[in-house]
Structure formats: C-alpha cells, structure tokens
C-alpha cells in the first residue's frame, strides 16, 4: 500500500548535499594528487575526507572501504571520493543494507506468495 510517504531510501539528496559532497571529494582527490609524496598528510586528508563526507551524506557504511582503499599505497591514483561521492549523490543511498521499509502494513513473514498453494486433501 502506498500512502504517499516516502521511505528513508527513496528520499533523494538535496542539492546543496549533493554540491557539497562532490566539491568535498573533487577537493580532497586533487590535494591527495598534489601530497602523494607524504603519506601520513594524504592518510590525515582521506580521515577527514571521509568524516566530511559521512556527516554531509548521512552516514553512509560504504566509505569506510573507500577510506581504507584509500590508504593504500598506489591506490590514492583512482579517484575513489570523487567516484563514491558522485555515485552516492545521485544514485541514493545502497537498498537492501540494514534499513527495513516500514510503509508496508503486512510483516514479511506474514506475506502471502503467489507460489503458495493452499493444500486440499485428496479423497481416498
């Protein structure tokens, strides 16, 4: 039943979110770009990077593999933020990870299959 409400997942970013989630990103890969030489200044950078950018976006669990990518040697060259961010910013947050849709009425161990079959015994 769809009453109108939407669910958490369905709620787009706003456009100021957006903005500033890729400005966050754009910003942090072309200063990555620039201190590649000293590690501990781009890992203190990809840190703060990925703080930003999960308070900015909501919260979201998929930058921590990001960050840790990020902090690997030679990986720094992708630009993983500006890719994470982008495909967050416009594409939503990931279906399916911990969030349940309480706008259906029925539980789900309570729905009805279309496969179910009532059983009806055969006369002997």
């Known amino acids: 039943m769809d ?3 939407k669910t ?3 709620v787009p970013y706003s456009w100021p979110q957006r903005i500033l ?3 966050i990103a754009v910003v942090s890969d072309i200063v990555n770009a620039i201190f590649i030489w000293a590690p501990p200044i781009v890992i ?3 840190l703060v990077t990925a703080v930003l950018l999960w308070l ?3 919260r979201p669990m998929v930058l921590l593999p990001v960050f840790i990518a990020e902090a690997l040697p030679g990986v720094g060259i992708v630009p993983f933020w500006t890719l994470v961010a982008g495909g967050l910013a416009f594409f ?10 309480r706008s259906s009425t029925t ?3 309570q729905a009805t299959h279309p496969t179910s079959v009532t059983r009806r015994d055969l006369p002997r």
């Open 92 to 101: 939503g947050r990931i279906p399916g990870r911990g969030r349940v849709d």
């Open 107 to 109: 539980p789900p161990h």
């Open 8 to 10: 958490p997942l369905s």
């Open 56 to 58: 900015v976006l909501g």
């Open 3 to 5: 009453n109108g409400a």
């Open 44 to 46: 203190a950078i990809d």
């Open 21 to 23: 989630a890729i400005a």
